[in-house]
Structures are given as structure tokens and as C-alpha cells.
């Protein structure tokens, strides 16, 4: 198991940007296929993007596309969500997930952290 605690989350204008991070700690997190998903109020989780074990290759929901980036660095165990150009309809909690499968389902990914909010004002 690997523990996830995700941070960078806040208020923002939109059209403004944000950074979420996600540390992990426990096994080898190169090992693992890292996700973002979120949850607005009323709403299922949803996937936003994930990245591969190395960061060669990445996927997007089609609503976050050219807008958000998502990117790792394996040295500081950590994930990054960079999201540029942000609307009112991303406003959700945000988590990140770590999973063994290059998937977009949430139930692939067996490890979850706590959640940072994201809310973004019109």
C-alpha cells in the first residue's frame, strides 16, 4: 500500500491556475500508475488524468484537455495536477489515486488520498 496526501487546493477566480500536489510514501512509488479524479457536490467521482509508472505517457478527461497537465517526479515521490484556465464546473474535490493498470476507472485504483478542494469563482 502507499499513502497519498494531497495539497495545492484553494480559491480561485476563474481563468486563474492551480497546482495540486500529491505526496506519497510506502512502496516504491515508481511502481505505480497515478491518477486524478474529482467529486462535485451531488456528482459520482470522476476521472481527470492519469500518468504512467515513468510519465511517458499521460491521458485526460476530454473537459480538461490543453487545460490541465499532469506530470510526476519519482525522485520526490510526488504527482503534480497543473490546471491553467480553470472554470466554475471544475470546482470539486480533488484526490489522486495510485493503481497497477493504465485505467480510467476509479475502482482500478486501490490507494486514495484524503482529498484537497478546489472551488472557483465566476
Known amino acids: 500500500q502507499v499513502q497519498l496526501v494531497e495539497s495545492g487546493g484553494g480559491l480561485v477566480q476563474a481563468g486563474g491556475s492551480l497546482r495540486l500536489s500529491c505526496a506519497a510514501s510506502?512502496?516504491?512509488?515508481?511502481?505505480?500508475?497515478m491518477g486524478w479524479f474529482r467529486q462535485a457536490p451531488g456528482k459520482e467521482r470522476e476521472f481527470v488524468a492519469l500518468?504512467?509508472?515513468?510519465?511517458?505517457?499521460?491521458d485526460y478527461t476530454d473537459s480538461v484537455k490543453g487545460r490541465f497537465t499532469i506530470s510526476r517526479d519519482n525522485a520526490k515521490n510526488t504527482v503534480y495536477l497543473q490546471m491553467n484556465s480553470l472554470k466554475p464546473e471544475d470546482t470539486a474535490v480533488y484526490y489522486c489515486?495510485?493503481?497497477?493498470?493504465?485505467?480510467?476507472?476509479?475502482?482500478?485504483?486501490?490507494?486514495w488520498g484524503q482529498g484537497t478542494q478546489v472551488t472557483v469563482s465566476s
Open positions: 489515486a495510485a493503481g497497477t493498470t493504465i485505467v480510467t476507472t476509479a475502482k482500478a485504483y486501490k490507494s
Open positions: 510506502g512502496r516504491a512509488f515508481s511502481s505505480y500508475v
Open positions: 500518468i504512467s509508472w515513468s510519465g511517458s505517457s499521460t
